[in-house]
């Protein structure tokens, strides 16, 4: 069992096992009137002490009833006007019937009106503990009210990916099938793509995602696409898609030093940090900011743009920002610029099928046509696949740019940035890279990098926390002696404003795109070397 599933598991026992002791404290006398069903006894119950007073602060005479399974005390006291909704900590009604699999007592709890998805404290809903315990006949009473398989917990998993982590395979077919009939009229209307599979070298398929709520459907719109000079051209054929799309199946990624070192200190360097699916105000940004014109296009001949991570996840749309940056490589590269583009700890989860943060349109044109989110990055498939050949970390006239920053721990480790670039781009493409360090040293440096003091987690150069402590000046210093860079650019940790920090020597630039109140921002570092703060209407402010 992985760490994810052991940790779920832990959450889950704790409010079971909770629930066991508070049941063996309750008095013993209210239990077994329960457990009889001896209705004149507990009606002078109901009298003395009415319909909804807590024993141990946890449980009414209802939820002792369900957990005693006695259908009929249940019955009584739900007839009785008993609160169906009632939330005790981590239980509700319904929930105990999922914990005990009690499907009589949640069909009728249901039939007179407890709200299928009413969830503890937690933000658990019955499905979620349904799912977890593989309770399969509360199950289906709860799939057959229309439960929300989409509703994720506080830790933002949802129904399918609990049974998953915990090899409930009856239930995750069960879901499967459901999430698919439950898709289908929920949503509005929308599509998604084009994405393009490589088939062979002779052809590509190009599909879109569609959902027509109107009528209730959720299909695959495709077209078969010959490949010429490894080369694919089309135009968009979906809707209003007039978009022109091309791919470059050549596009490789360099593992020479030029790539991740470049000794350039005449041109400018514009970094944009997390945009995570925004796609309308990236496009702002970059064209009042004179990165691409009214079309779309580069203009921002031999200079830098750096993404710095996290192009994916909780927008609706990232296969926009995906294609964009597809064709501002190759364009770039045209005209002698560059489009660098750092792998963020989002492109690791979507990659890896993390969907805890993907917007609610993916999951529904995802489930509702019986893909994985995780299938439109696979290695033959554009422009996902794109995402496999980012970088760690760069630097641009010693300039450092990494995701979440470089800690003193890392440093301590003497992973040099070419084994850091090596060692991820393995991760993400076993099958392409000649190697040179053994498995081992390759899983050791892995899980370092992946560690909450790697590069795609770490925090502390913005929070003082417990596992992470807040670094020092000397820490910033002594990473940065240690690449031989002067400053450091970081984004994953958001932030209002982008503005200096640590003496000038760190700059953070994970303004979100998606919050009303802030207006997006970019920095740009001129051919001066001066920084400035760029917002989306095109003004600037010097930070340094």
Request: aromatic residues 12%; positive net charge; glycine residues 6%.
């Amino acid at each position: 069992m992985n760490i994810r599933s052991l940790f779920l598991l832990l959450l889950f026992l704790l409010s079971f096992n909770r629930l066991h002791a508070q049941i063996s404290a309750d008095d013993s006398y209210i239990i077994s009137v329960i457990k009889s069903g001896n209705i004149a006894e507990l009606e002078q119950i109901i009298k003395t002490n009415g319909l909804e007073k807590y024993f141990n602060n946890s449980h009414t005479l209802l939820t002792l009833a369900i957990s005693q399974g006695n259908f009929s005390t249940a019955k009584y006291i739900i007839d009785k006007g008993a609160n169906l909704n009632v939330v005790l900590k981590t239980n509700t009604p319904l929930i105990i019937c999922a914990i005990y699999d009690k499907d009589s007592i949640a069909d009728y709890l249901l039939k007179n009106g407890a709200n299928v998805n009413q969830y503890n404290i937690h933000k658990n809903s019955p499905l979620l503990y349904a799912s977890r315990l593989g309770s399969i006949k509360t199950l289906n009473v709860l799939l057959k009210y229309r439960a929300n398989p989409y509703f994720k917990n506080f830790q933002n998993y949802n129904s399918i990916e609990y049974a998953q982590a915990f090899g409930k395979d009856t239930v995750v077919s069960i879901l499967t099938d459901y999430m698919v009939a439950y898709s289908k009229g929920i949503y509005p209307s929308c599509f998604d793509g084009p994405h393009v599979e490589l088939k062979n070298r002779k052809w590509a398929n190009a599909f879109y995602l569609v959902n027509d709520s109107l009528n209730s459907k959720i299909f695959l719109v495709s077209q078969n696409l010959r490949i010429k000079n490894q080369n694919v051209r089309f135009k968009g054929f979906f809707e209003g898609d007039t978009l022109g799309y091309t791919i470059n199946f050549n596009l490789k990624y360099n593992l020479d030093n030029d790539t991740y070192i470049y000794e350039d200190k005449t041109n400018k360097i514009f970094a944009i940090g997390d945009v995570h699916g925004a796609y309308e105000s990236l496009v702002k940004l970059l064209m009042n900011n004179q990165v691409i014109d009214q079309e779309m296009n580069w203009k921002f001949g031999k200079n830098h743009l750096v993404f710095i991570g996290d192009l994916v996840d909780r927008g609706e749309k990232v296969t926009e920002v995906l294609w964009l940056l597809n064709k501002l490589v190759q364009q770039s590269q045209q005209a002698g610029g560059h489009v660098h583009f750092l792998i963020g700890n989002h492109e690791l989860l979507a990659i890896g099928n993390d969907n805890r943060y993907i917007n609610e349109k993916y999951q529904i044109l995802t489930h509702g046509n019986r893909i994985t989110y995780s299938s439109l990055f696979k290695p033959n498939v554009w422009p996902g696949s794109i995402l496999r050949f980012g970088k760690s970390a760069i630097i641009i006239d010693s300039i450092l740019f990494v995701h979440a920053g470089i800690s003193k721990e890392i440093a301590d480790e003497e992973i040099s940035l070419n084994q850091m670039n090596q060692i991820v781009y393995r991760y993400l493409n076993p099958d392409n890279l000649i190697f040179t360090l053994t498995d081992d040293q390759f899983l050791d440096k892995l899980q370092k990098l992946f560690s909450k003091s790697g590069i795609f987690w770490y925090r502390g150069y913005m929070f003082d926390l417990p596992e992470v402590p807040k670094a020092t000046q000397a820490d910033l210093n002594y990473v940065l002696s240690k690449y031989k860079a002067r400053e450091m650019i970081i984004g994953h940790t958001e932030v209002d404003s982008i503005a200096a920090a640590y003496e000038s020597k760190l700059f953070p630039i994970n303004v979100p795109f998606n919050v009303k109140h802030i207006k997006p921002q970019a920095l740009l570092i001129d051919e001066n070397r001066n920084y400035w703060r760029c917002y989306i209407d095109g003004s600037r402010i010097k930070l340094k």
